[in-house]
């Protein structure tokens, strides 16, 4: 069981948007910025967004964080079938003083 | 552009230990931590610990306190992950991960994985 809690999947048709939820606690995303990955299967995770809703360089404007209170939200539009991945929320937890993610969530594009 | 190239595939017995090496390249190797993460095939991602490669200090997921060390070597650029006690549920994909930001609080460089099997 994993502390932040993800929808296993999520699917969308290409172009579309979709969102995927990050939902946790004071302790973590209510005390510290969100992460998100990007793995794509037998490869290591890639970083997606920072500091909740920073994109590292080479990230297209597509993909978009946000937070609000203990919950997190990753946002891509025109979704491509080059998208279909799984994908991670993360934040380090104060309580346990571990870096905590979510279950993932696998995108699957119609 | 920062490089991680981790260790070999490894095959264990229950029991035994397996310790999995990160080679660091094209940056000061002691300006941010170092994450551990795993992955058993086909489910999530799980923290392990961080270590500052500049002081040494650590800090383990409390799952593996007591059979994870992190350790490394500066003159190599190395940072290690040794795990005792290895059980059939610790066959995983390991990564190594460095941290990025002021504060370390994420990860933009992973290592390619290394691959631990534990198998009687």
């Known amino acids: 069981q994993s502390v932040l809690t993800q929808p296993p999947s999520v699917s969308a048709a290409p172009g579309q948007k979709v969102t995927i939820s990050c939902s946790g606690g004071r302790s973590n995303i209510g005390n510290d910025y969100v992460t998100w990955y990007q793995q794509f299967p037998g490869t290591a995770p890639k970083l997606l967004i920072y500091d909740n809703s920073e994109r590292p360089s080479g990230i297209p404007d597509r993909f978009s964080g946000s937070k609000s209170g203990t919950a997190a939200t990753l946002g891509i539009t025109g979704v491509q079938t080059g998208d279909e991945a799984d994908y991670y929320c993360s934040a380090w937890d104060s309580s346990l003083s571990a870096r905590v993610f979510g279950g993932g969530t696998k995108l699957t594009v119609l | 552009q920062v490089q991680l190239v981790q260790s070999g595939a490894e095959v264990k017995k229950p029991g035994a230990s397996v310790k999995v090496s990160c080679k660091a390249s094209a940056y000061t190797f002691s300006s941010h931590d170092f994450n551990w993460v795993r992955q058993a095939t086909g489910q999530g991602l799980e923290w392990m610990g961080w270590?500052?490669?500049?002081?040494?200090?650590?800090g383990y997921a409390q799952k593996f306190q007591g059979r994870v060390t992190m350790t490394r070597n500066t003159s190599i650029s190395t940072v290690y992950m040794e795990l005792n006690s290895l059980r059939s549920e610790d066959t995983a994909v390991y990564y190594c991960a460095r941290c990025g930001g002021q504060y370390n609080d994420y990860l933009p460089h992973w290592g390619q994985g290394s691959l631990v099997t534990v198998s009687s």
């Open positions: 270590m500052n490669p500049n002081n040494g200090n650590t």
